[in-house]
């Protein structure tokens, strides 16, 4: 690349100073929504938002949503969203966190709405459209530029094609953060009063069962972009975490990843198996039926492949040909490429079924309850000067694309008043840190540019994706995990961590690709040492313990984290459950 051609050491690289009072990391939807509150409540501030691709298609929303998940519909009350959400979690939930996004849930989808986003309405009620008990319909294929356009209206700074690092951490508290251009090849280093943490969750730590070669790279179910990478920096700054163990494990349509919601909600499609049996509904009726929790669906298709009865399928063959053509442009608005999936098979979906199987596991906390361990004054960290909302923010499953707008309000009105008692006298980013978080930024570049030797990326990702999938609950393995498989995983990843120093990167794309595999590594000994720390299997088909395969009271809490700065270990421990809301946690009613 042209800006590399100068390159010969670190002190060809420049290295650009900004300053801001109130820095959001990641514009996608929460970090959108937390821009255009904290304007605002604070038109006076200066917000930067510091994001690795560009704002108008960035993040889970990019190609759009035929569904948002999470509203408390005309008749449904605050409450029941709460039983609901701890139902569907195994009962672990932050009710104080959660009542405070369902008091926050129905805004930002009402003002989407009123920015342009068009949402399907009932012809008689001119109510919004529903699909099931919290979804509404929407046609989101212009979600995202949506936002985007109003971050920018409000007078919001961009820096699009920024990687963010490493946080500023001095005085024990985040002043910013620190990372590299991916056209310019500067490092950049943002001074702020505020900082917001909002890079989504983890893709990309286990092993896809389409990976059969660099054509299903990325054929994954969540944004390949998202690697982690906010979580790995509050990691190793010494952040609580919580929750890992809680992973998400989708069911999704074989060979693309598809999303099944659309079709088994949108249009009442049961489940089946290889016998044309009604799974949910007969055979694990028990556990719920169409009511089951969200991991018992996942795990079903998987236990019926084990159990001699697969493969499974959504039963389509009961659909009229206007059902069908309404949910191939239901998929337009989500998944566009999965209509010419389905075109390229010729596959007549009255007469085949279309078949499911799981994806491999992601740690996301929109959708469970991994993520950064917050304080519900504020939605700030633990670390002083850090918030987080969205899918990087801990405490509160099943928010989706609602529940993670409505956090980036939460968490920016916590950093308004953060700034506004702002007391920390001024002072000059440690030329120290810069130095070595600059040295650290660059050096698979510079290894590359001297040796032109050494692991690439794609190599270390796709060592640690395997690692992770035979060992650690993978897809492969139907998510089955034991204690002598978890150890094996975790002294292996650690092994990789130590070989991070002969990752090299031959342009600055690779080079956010090294750094984005050295994040997941982060990210995948955290979530080991909660693995293997919960003994029980609380979400069948999310965690799987062979090895202790019932619910154990004892851990009815809170599995957390915090990597020890002097050491360098992660330490584990819980906190204690507090509910709020009362009624049987594993009951919806």
Same mark, same amino acid.
């Not at 980013?429 to 130095?435: G, I, N, R, Y």
């Not at 650690?472 to 498989?485: C, I, K, L």
């Not at 595999?517 to 003994?535: G, N, P, T």
């Given at each position: 690349m042209e800006q590399l051609k100068e390159i010969q050491g670190l002190e060809d690289i420049q290295v650009e100073y900004l300053e801001t009072d109130f820095l959001i990391i990641g514009a996608g939807n929460a970090g959108c929504f937390a821009a255009i509150e904290a304007k605002r409540k604070a038109p006076e501030l200066n917000v930067m938002l510091m994001e690795k691709a560009y704002i108008d298609r960035s993040g889970c929303l990019a190609g759009g949503m035929d569904a948002i998940n999470t509203y408390i519909k005309k008749g449904r009350t605050l409450e029941e969203?709460?039983?609901? /959400?701890?139902?569907?979690?195994?009962?672990?939930?932050?009710?104080?966190?959660?009542?405070?996004v369902a008091e926050n849930l129905n805004k930002p989808v009402e003002e989407w709405e009123e920015w342009g986003l068009p949402i399907k309405k009932d012809e008689d009620t001119e109510e919004y459209k529903t699909r099931g008990k919290w979804d509404i319909t929407i046609q989101g294929e212009s979600m995202k530029p949506i936002i985007a356009e109003k971050v920018r209206e409000l007078g919001c700074k961009v820096l699009n094609r920024v990687v963010a690092t490493n946080y500023i951490l001095q005085d024990g508290m985040v002043k910013g953060?620190?990372?590299?251009?991916? %056209?310019?090849?500067?490092?950049?280093?943002?001074?702020?009063?505020?900082?917001?943490?909002?890079?989504?969750?983890?893709?990309?730590?286990?092993?896809?069962?389409?990976?059969?070669?660099?054509?299903?790279?990325?054929?994954?179910?969540?944004?390949?972009?998202?690697?982690?990478?906010?979580?790995?920096?509050?990691i190793r700054a010494g952040a609580e975490m919580t929750t890992f163990e809680m992973r998400w494990c989708a069911t999704?349509?074989? $060979?693309?990843?598809?999303?099944?919601?659309?079709?088994?909600?949108?249009?009442?499609?049961?489940?089946?198996?290889?016998?044309?049996?009604?799974?949910?509904?007969?055979?694990?009726?028990?556990?719920?039926?169409?009511?089951?929790?969200?991991?018992? %669906?996942?795990?079903?298709?998987?236990?019926?492949w084990l159990e001699g009865r697969g493969p499974c399928f959504v039963d389509t063959?009961?659909?009229?040909?206007? $059902?069908?053509?309404?949910?191939?442009? $239901?998929?337009?608005?989500?998944?566009?490429?999965?209509?010419?999936?389905?075109?390229?098979?010729?596959?007549?979906l009255r007469t085949e079924p279309i078949e499911i199987y799981g994806s491999d596991p992601y740690v996301v906390g929109g959708h469970t309850a991994s993520g950064y361990w917050l304080d519900s004054n504020n939605w700030?960290?633990?670390?002083?000067?850090?918030?987080?909302?969205g899918d990087v923010a801990g405490g509160v499953p099943n928010k989706f694309v609602g529940g993670c707008a409505a956090e980036g309000l939460l968490a920016a009105r916590g950093a308004v008043e953060y700034i506004k008692n702002f007391q920390q006298a001024d002072g000059e980013? /440690?030329?120290?840190?810069?130095?070595q978080e600059k040295d650290r930024i660059f050096a698979p570049l510079l290894r590359f540019l001297r040796k032109g030797d050494g692991v690439r990326p794609q190599e270390m990702e796709e060592r640690l994706q395997r690692l992770m999938d035979e060992y650690?609950?993978?897809?492969?393995?139907?998510?089955?995990?034991?204690?002598?498989?978890l150890n094996y995983a975790l002294k292996n990843v650690k092994m990789l961590q130590e070989q991070?120093?002969?990752?090299?990167?031959?342009?600055?794309?690779?080079?956010?690709?090294?750094?984005?595999?050295?994040?997941?590594?982060?990210?995948?000994?955290?979530?080991?040492?909660?693995?293997?720390?919960?003994?029980?299997t609380r979400w069948p088909g999310w965690q799987t313990r062979t090895d202790y395969p019932q619910v154990d009271e004892n851990l009815d809490c809170f599995v957390n984290s915090r990597r020890n700065k002097e050491t360098g270990e992660v330490e584990v421990f819980t906190r204690p459950y507090e509910q709020i809301v009362p009624g049987n946690r594993l009951s919806p009613n």
């Open positions: 969203f709460i039983k609901w /959400s701890r139902s569907q979690a195994g009962g672990i939930i932050r009710e104080d966190l959660a009542i405070k953060a620190m990372g590299f251009g991916l %056209r310019d090849g500067k490092m950049y280093v943002v001074k702020a009063k505020a900082t917001c943490v909002a890079t989504g969750g983890a893709a990309g730590l286990y092993k896809p069962y389409q990976a059969d070669g660099i054509d299903s790279h990325h054929q994954l179910w969540y944004c390949p972009f998202n690697t982690g990478s906010g979580y790995a920096m509050g999704r349509t074989k $060979d693309f990843n598809g999303p099944i919601d659309t079709i088994s909600v949108g249009y009442g499609t049961p489940i089946i198996n290889a016998l044309g049996e009604k799974v949910l509904q007969e055979r694990y009726a028990h556990l719920g039926g169409d009511s089951a929790p969200r991991y018992i %669906r996942a795990n079903v298709p998987m236990m019926e063959t009961k659909m009229s040909d206007e $059902d069908i053509k309404q949910m191939k442009t $239901d998929y337009l608005n989500e998944r566009p490429t999965y209509v010419l999936f389905l075109a390229s098979r010729a596959q007549d700030s960290t633990t670390l002083p000067g850090l918030f987080a909302c980013v /440690s030329h120290e840190l810069v130095s650690a609950g993978g897809v492969h393995q139907f998510y089955r995990m034991n204690e002598q498989q991070t120093k002969y990752l090299v990167a031959e342009d600055l794309h690779e080079l956010m690709k090294a750094h984005e595999v050295m994040d997941l590594l982060d990210v995948a000994e955290v979530l080991i040492h909660h693995l293997l720390f919960r003994k029980e």
